[in-house]
């Protein structure tokens, strides 16, 4: 049995999100049911992260065993062939140590969170951002962005349904940059709660907005009550960017 380490880029439109669903496609399942095309055998593939519906993956690190004998660049283009037409391709693929964990030997995660600042509806990046049409002052958000890094309880920005121990995490980065009309968010931390980037960003866009000040964003923060959030944004300009291991 060999332990096989792969990095993964997906669309995440078409799918339920990256776990497998009873009620719908799922990424997990679209590459275990490839490598069963490819090996015979019914592997179950662990991810660094899970992603929510319509949220997008530019190298998610995953892991799966498989017993059959077979270099990693055969299997990363038998399971590229077999996945066709599903939007998920795998990046790299490489032998690891069996102790080695998608999941739990992850240090850090990261994420970006794509937004269009206009008028004029989405074309090409339907999907794939969130389109914003009142003006944005990304130079605001960034500054009240740091009100959220470091050690807090995020309970304000956790989804109800997070299955997190705790509500308290530590955020490493939280970046807010503008290029034209497009503003990144550029989120770190060792892990996330369940919503937690969206529910920060659509907070961060009511302070671009003007119908927030910074202070209403510490106050809902330390409100640690999901009934003080502003906004949570849509998944469509959410990406998982990269996992960390040391």
Known sequence: MTRFAFTVEF?????????????????????????FAVTGERAVIHAAGRTDAGVHGLAMRAHADIARDIAPFRLTEALNARMRPHPVAILDCAMVADDWHARFSCVGRSYVYRIVNRRAPLTVDRGLMWRVIQPL?????????????????????????????????SLDRLDVERDGDRIAIHAAARSFLHHQVRS?????????????????????????DRAALGLNAPPDGLYFVRAKYS
Do not use: N, Y
């Open 137 to 169: 002052d990304a130079g605001a958000m960034h500054d009240a962005a740091q009100i959220l890094v470091g050690r807090h309880d995020f309970t304000t920005f956790r989804s109800a349904h997070c299955q997190a121990d705790s509500p308290v995490k």
């Open 11 to 35: 669309d995440g439109r078409p799918f339920m999100g990256w776990q497998r669903q009873a009620h719908g496609p799922s990424v997990q399942q679209t590459i275990e049911d490839a490598i």
């Open 200 to 224: 920060m960003v659509g907070c961060l866009a009511l302070v671009g907005m003007g119908r927030w000040r910074a202070d209403d964003l510490r106050a809902a923060l330390e409100a640690r």
